[in-house]
């Protein structure tokens, strides 16, 4: 199959969608570990309880599970020709990261909050660790491509206009 000339409409919406609801997990990260001592120290009941933190985590799951299957099916645009092999293969290797965090993410927060367990919510609470600096690393990344690589690698993910 012919990889696409762009990213589709709804890739674009997804794309800033979960990443503006992963922003919002980051943030909710304290209240919800908070949350989280009192049910291990017995302070309140240990029952899995409706937060924003874990409604929002759940959504992203099922975001997620749809912009994989639409990128399976559609794809996405090759990246520019003037990407080195090493750049193109580090690219595709946090693109592939993101995603086990996208799953793996919900997947542990939901395990340890459904059935009260601690190892997965330590793995889940480690996993920012890993997360943090990859969001940080791919928004220089994109910045790099747009300001002095000057590649349309930033503009296919905004442009609108492109269907
Ligand atoms: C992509 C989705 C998610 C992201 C990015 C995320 C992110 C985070 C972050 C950054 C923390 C704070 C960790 C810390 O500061 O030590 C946290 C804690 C926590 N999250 Fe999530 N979360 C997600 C989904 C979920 C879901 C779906 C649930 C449950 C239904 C959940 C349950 C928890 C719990 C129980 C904690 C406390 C863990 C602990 O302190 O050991 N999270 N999450
Ligand atoms: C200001 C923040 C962000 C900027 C400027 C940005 C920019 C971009 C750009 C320009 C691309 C297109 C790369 C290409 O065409 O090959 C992209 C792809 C991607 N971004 Fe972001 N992004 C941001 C935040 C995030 C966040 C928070 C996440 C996830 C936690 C994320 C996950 C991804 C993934 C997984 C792809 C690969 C798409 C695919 O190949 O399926 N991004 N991003």
Request: hydrophobic letters at 55%; a positive charge; zero cysteines.
């Given at each position: 199959?012919?990889?696409?000339?762009?990213?589709?409409?709804?890739?674009?919406?997804?794309?800033?969608?979960?990443?503006?609801?992963?922003?919002?997990?980051?943030?909710?990260?304290?209240?919800?570990?908070?949350?989280?001592?009192?049910?291990?120290?017995?302070?309140?009941?240990?029952?899995?309880?409706?937060?924003?933190?874990?409604?929002?985590?759940?959504?992203?799951?099922?975001?997620?599970?749809?912009?994989?299957?639409?990128?399976?099916?559609r794809?996405?645009?090759?990246?520019?020709?003037?990407?080195?092999?090493?750049?193109?293969?580090?690219?595709?290797?946090?693109?592939?990261?993101?995603?086990?965090?996208?799953?793996?993410?919900?997947?542990?927060?939901?395990?340890?909050?459904?059935?009260?367990?601690?190892?997965?919510?330590?793995?889940?609470?480690?996993?920012?660790?890993?997360?943090?600096?990859?969001?940080?690393?791919?928004?220089?990344?994109a910045?790099?491509h747009?300001?002095?690589?000057k590649?349309?690698?930033?503009?296919?993910?905004?442009?609108?206009?492109?269907?």
């Amino acid at each position: 199959m012919a990889s696409p000339t762009n990213f589709s409409r709804t890739q674009i919406v997804l794309h800033w969608l979960i990443a503006a609801l992963v922003v919002f997990q980051v943030i909710s990260g304290d209240a919800i570990t908070s949350l989280w001592q009192q049910r291990m120290e017995g302070t309140i009941a240990n029952e899995a309880i409706p937060t924003p933190h874990t409604i929002i985590g759940i959504a992203i799951l099922l975001l997620v599970i749809a912009r994989l299957i639409i990128r399976l099916r559609r794809g996405i645009p090759d990246l520019p020709a003037s990407e080195s092999a090493l750049m193109a293969k580090i690219a595709r290797l946090t693109h592939w990261l993101f995603y086990l965090l996208l799953l793996g993410m919900p997947l542990s927060g939901i395990t340890a909050w459904f059935f009260g367990l601690q190892i997965p919510a330590t793995t889940h609470a480690l996993a920012k660790y890993v997360l943090i600096p990859l969001v940080l690393l791919h928004i220089a990344a994109a910045m790099a491509h747009h300001f002095v690589l000057k590649t349309d690698v930033m503009r296919r993910m905004v442009d609108w206009k492109q269907g």
